[in-house]
């Protein structure tokens, strides 16, 4: 049973706790402006009559500071970690700004920017990032600048060298390159590996089979994206435990190459049935 429990909480559970605290901090923050706007409109003064001593008096109210502390004691570093963690960009670069002072970027703060801008698919701020650095990027920095950049050969001259593979990524850039065939055995030993990657490795292997001209791989594997992850390898070996709609979860939302390798089916088989 801790297995199983572990497996949850690492699953569905981790998404829908972080929506459920966001959720309760937006909430949180809306009720603590509506009282701010309350509590000054209580003094009788218009917004220009109103001095500093009326908003410190008015903004006294036990409830309003209580809130306002509350909030305040929250580590917003780490409600940027969660939300980038959470595929939500945005709101990373919400909390993250409350915590950078431009004066003073260390590397790891650097670096914290350079994945949000990535994520973010701002390459433009990302180069931005590497201009201002003062020491020697790391690898994972510079994986992301070539990337970003379009010079897919260096950054796969930096995954080589990188002792962790991060075999998705790599996929991603042979593809960049044009070397569907090499992204194809590479997904497909990584999908023979891991049945949990099915779904994610789809659109990247959608990609490939049209590159290749592999229009019945294309069909399988844009009809795989649409299967629930009960119904894949993966599903079927775990069916009942919570973790298995975790590709679901989070691959929900179709991805670009999805859409692109769809469009390309559906006119493949309109010209061939002419």
Known sequence: TSDLMEKFVEGDSYMHVSQALFNILDHTNSWLQAK??????ATGKSEGQLRVDDIQKATRDKHYS?????????????LANLSFNCGSYHRAAFYLDKTLSVDTLTDTQLNA????????????????????????????????????????????????RQGEVDSINIIKCYLS?????????????????????????????????????????LEEFTNLWQLPVENTEAGAADKN???????????SGESWEMGLSKAILYAYKADRDK
């Open 36 to 41: 701010y706007s309350n509590l000054l409109a």
């Open 66 to 78: 209580a809130v306002k502390t509350f909030l305040e004691r929250i580590c917003k570093e780490s």
């Open 113 to 160: 920017l350079q994945k949000l801008h990535a994520g973010l698919e701002e390459p433009d701020l990302v180069v931005g990032v590497a201009a201002v650095r003062t020491s020697e990027p790391s690898l994972e920095s510079q994986i992301m600048y070539n990337t970003a950049i379009g010079n897919f050969q260096d950054a796969l001259c930096c995954f080589e």
């Open 177 to 217: 390159i044009d070397q569907p065939g090499i992204a194809a055995r590479l997904a497909a030993g990584l999908s023979q590996r891991d049945k949990w990657l099915k779904k994610e490795l789809a659109p990247l292997q959608a990609e490939a089979a049209w590159q290749l001209g592999e229009w019945q791989q």
């Open 241 to 251: 435990s919570s973790s298995s709609n975790l590709s679901a979860a989070v691959f």
